[in-house]
């Protein structure tokens, strides 16, 4: 079905999308501690980075690079491993079982994640819908550091791979293709890129462990195409148009699938294809999954 209704959002709201996807890395971030300080018998320890968190939310908001720049990321992350560390010492098992390890190496992966997202933003803040030209396998290598960092933070519930030989009951199977006439260079806005791994983490989140999810890009003939299909719980039909408003979220997962987000990531992809002139498509059927297909027209004076 072609979406083709006028986004129900407001201005404002409109502007967080933007930001959207590192906020919800911040959230991460934030939970993760969280998590650590209620099961510490030392809570006062982690009130500071917790608060940290809270400012880079605030200054990617309002766009303030005194603190939203690599260097206070990496400030950031080195204020979390000593705190980390610190904690180690005085309880290096917390009161759940769960080991201090466990939780750095959780938030490496998280922050090697957000230090690329952040590094794109920042291009993005000076070139909004600039087309640039990416190599194939770095965005592939880029992805994998995504689903890594997916894996990793959900504490061994599920694992992510690419070879259905080595799948096992829990695993989700990730089939990615990549083609284009530049052979190996992509070209897209960063935001796109965005939008890519937003619609990939909401298939993700909405299939259960055991699925399927498969990923397609495609830049031929002047059009950049982008397709993901989940085995997931798809969304009732007469929903279809409904997914792409501001937080909306399909009813039949709202109250049984646990997500920190908002319902935003359709809405940013619907309002960023309509900003690059494009078109997208979602068919689903409630129990059976959902595919999502986008199409962009390349500017003419792209060398693709």
């Known amino acids: 079905m072609k979406i083709t209704k006028d986004i129900q959002a407001t201005e404002e709201e409109i502007e967080g999308l933007e930001m959207h996807s590192v906020v919800n890395i911040i959230s991460v971030i934030s939970s993760q501690l969280q998590l650590i300080q209620m099961d510490t018998s030392y809570p006062e320890l982690l009130d500071p980075p917790i608060n940290r968190a809270l400012e ?28 980390l560390n610190d904690l180690k010492t005085k309880q290096p098992v917390l009161n759940d079982d769960s080991h201090v390890d466990e939780y750095s190496k959780i938030l490496k992966n998280v922050f090697d994640v957000f230090e690329v997202r952040l590094k794109e ?5 000076e070139d909004p819908n600039t087309w640039i030209p990416i ?17 990793k933070n959900s504490k061994g519930r599920y694992k992510i791979i690419y070879n259905i030989a080595e799948q096992d009951e829990k695993d989700y199977l990730v089939n990615f293709a990549i083609n284009s006439e ?9 935001i796109l890129k965005d939008v890519i791994r937003d619609l990939i983490a909401n298939a993700r989140k909405y299939t259960s462990p055991g699925g399927e999810i498969t990923v397609g890009i495609s830049q031929k003939d002047r059009i950049f195409r ?11 039909k007469d929903e279809l148009e409904k997914v792409v408003d501001y937080g909306y979220r399909g009813s ?4 049984t699938v646990r997500t920190m987000g908002g319902g935003f990531g359709l809405t940013k992809a619907y309002y960023v294809v309509n900003e690059l002139n494009g078109d997208m498509w979602i068919d689903s059927e409630a129990g059976e999954g959902t595919k999502i297909k986008v199409e962009i027209p ?4 792209i060398n693709s």
Do not use: C
């Open 56 to 83: 880079f939310a605030d200054a990617s908001h309002s766009k303030d690079k005194s603190v939203f720049n690599v260097e206070s990321l990496r400030n950031f992350e080195e204020h979390i491993n000593e705190t």
């Open 121 to 125: 933003i920042i291009q993005r803040w």
């Open 135 to 151: 190599r194939v396998k770095n965005f592939v290598d880029d992805f994998k550091e995504f689903f890594y960092a997916m894996e």
């Open 182 to 190: 530049g052979e190996e260079i992509i070209y897209m806005p960063l």
């Open 226 to 236: 982008f397709v993901v299909e989940d085995s997931g719980y798809g969304i009732l």
């Open 252 to 255: 039949n997962v709202k109250e």
């Open 298 to 301: 390349i500017p003419e004076d």
